[in-house]
């Protein structure tokens, strides 16, 4: 595998509440990459209220996908702000137009999709609550917060988001195997896809450090 520049560009995919923003979190404190996150991105803009935030709040609510176009120019720029260091992507691309428009200007390196069965998948989105401003996710019984409704580091309120509504989780997860599931297949033919299956984060994340170690060795 060759890598560009030795600066690590990379992707994670997989189901909505799979464990991306999880096993993220995990990568960034062992890897020092910067964590793009789509959905945390958005989230944040939402609560700010801002002209981003007002256009995609529907979208968001009801568990459909942002417009390609929107997305496209969005995460592209926010892309721009960390191109001198490694980084890796949550959430985006999504849609195959989505991973096109990415290969175009930056080639990824490595992609990691989680696989995780949905029947956890909806047991599990039950239990979360998340620190808007940091993206920082709990779930109660597993990584439950230290005080009941507020973040372990600021103090401040955790949410629920309106999109673990069971209806809105069966909408993303629809969508998920009907439109995300062909950008899998994107990276597998460009043979830069590797797979962690498991039914928790802590089964799945030996095997992504594994993986990230060799890749990081070669660096
Ligand atoms: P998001 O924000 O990208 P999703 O749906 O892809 O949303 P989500 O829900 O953020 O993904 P995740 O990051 O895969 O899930 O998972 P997570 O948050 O780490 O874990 C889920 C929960 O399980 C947490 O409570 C966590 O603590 C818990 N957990 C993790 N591991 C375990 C475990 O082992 N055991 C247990 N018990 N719990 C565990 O996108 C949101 C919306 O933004 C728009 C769309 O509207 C989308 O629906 N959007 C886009 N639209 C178009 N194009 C794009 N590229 C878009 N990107 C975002
Ligand atoms: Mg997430």
Known sequence: MTI?????????????????????????????????SSGDKLRDHIEKKTELGKEV?????????????VMIKFMLAELKKVQNRPWLLDGFPRTVGQANALWKVQPVDVVLNLVVP??????????????????????????????????????????????DKPEAVQKR????????????????????????EGRT?????PKVTAYLDSIFQKL
């Not at 990379?10 to 464990?19: N, T, V």
């Not at 620190?131 to 917060?145: K, M, Q």
């Not at 005080?147 to 580091?153: L, N, P």
């Open 173 to 196: 997860l629809e969508i998920y195997e009907q439109v995300t599931r062909p950008v899998i297949n994107f990276y597998k033919d460009k043979g830069i896809l590797k797979e962690f």
């Open 118 to 163: 949905f029947e956890v998948i909806i047991d599990r989105v039950k239990s979360r609550w998340v620190h808007l401003p940091s993206g920082r996710v709990y779930n109660i019984g597993f990584n439950t917060p230290k005080s009941e409704g507020k973040d372990d580091v600021t103090g401040e309120d955790l949410i629920q988001r309106p999109d």
């Open 201 to 205: 984060s802590d089964e799945i994340w």
């Open 57 to 69: 709040k529907s979208y968001l609510d009801e568990g459909k996908l942002v417009p390609d176009n």
């Open 4 to 36: 560009k520049n030795k600066i690590l560009k990379s992707l994670i995919l997989g189901a909505p509440a799979s464990g991306k923003g999880t096993i993220s979190s995990r990568i960034v404190m062992k890897y020092s990459v910067e964590h793009v």
